[in-house]
């Protein structure tokens, strides 16, 4: 079975001087990304992560996740008013789209880049879910 993914707080502490947002981190970062200026109706993604763990947020604007694994699929709408992460653990496909014009779609992630981590090919996901999720308790 595929972890859960899971939604974290982002506290807000606000004075005379502004907003601070505070995203305590669950698991440690050992790199950082963000998408930002994705022309309307365009969708990112189209793959899965052998073993990276993520957490997704906006910190402007609002994006979708689609997560899909086995025979499950589920939405996940992150808004920057919402202040909300998603922790995506490893093993989900994944579509990223719905970016309103201003979107920031930051991501946290367990590791440092390494292309052979993804799955990029649909059916080949489909074949590595069959060996490493469907036969274990
Ligand atoms: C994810 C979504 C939300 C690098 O060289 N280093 C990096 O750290 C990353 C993230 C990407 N790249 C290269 C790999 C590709 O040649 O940048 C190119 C575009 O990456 P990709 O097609 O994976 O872009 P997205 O937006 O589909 O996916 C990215 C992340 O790769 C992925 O982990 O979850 O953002």
């Given at each position: 079975?595929v972890?859960?993914p899971?939604?974290l707080t982002?506290n807000q ?5 502004g907003?601070l947002?505070?995203?305590e981190?669950?698991?440690e970062a050992?790199r ?10 365009s969708q990112?993604?189209?793959h899965?992560h052998r073993?990276?763990?993520?957490i ?15 025979n499950?699929?589920?939405?996940f709408l ?13 093993g989900?496909?994944?579509i990223?789209s719905?970016?309103?014009k ?8 367990s ?5 052979s981590?993804?799955i990029?090919?649909?059916d ?6 069959k060996?490493?999720?469907?036969n274990e308790?």
């Amino acid at each position: 079975m595929v972890e859960e993914p899971k939604w974290l707080t982002i506290n807000q502490i606000t004075d005379p001087a502004g907003d601070l947002r505070i995203l305590e981190l669950p698991f440690e970062a050992k790199r950082t990304y963000f998408i930002q200026n994705v022309p309307h109706g365009s969708q990112r993604g189209f793959h899965a992560h052998r073993s990276l763990r993520q957490i997704f947020f906006a910190p402007q604007g609002s994006f979708e996740i689609e997560l899909i694994t086995g025979n499950s699929k589920r939405s996940f709408l992150l808004n920057s008013i919402d202040q909300k992460a998603l922790v995506v653990p490893p093993g989900y496909w994944r579509i990223i789209s719905s970016f309103s014009k201003d979107a920031t779609c930051m991501v946290l992630a367990s590791e440092h880049y390494m292309e052979s981590d993804y799955i990029r090919n649909f059916d080949e996901y489909v074949s590595w879910c069959k060996e490493n999720l469907e036969n274990e308790s």
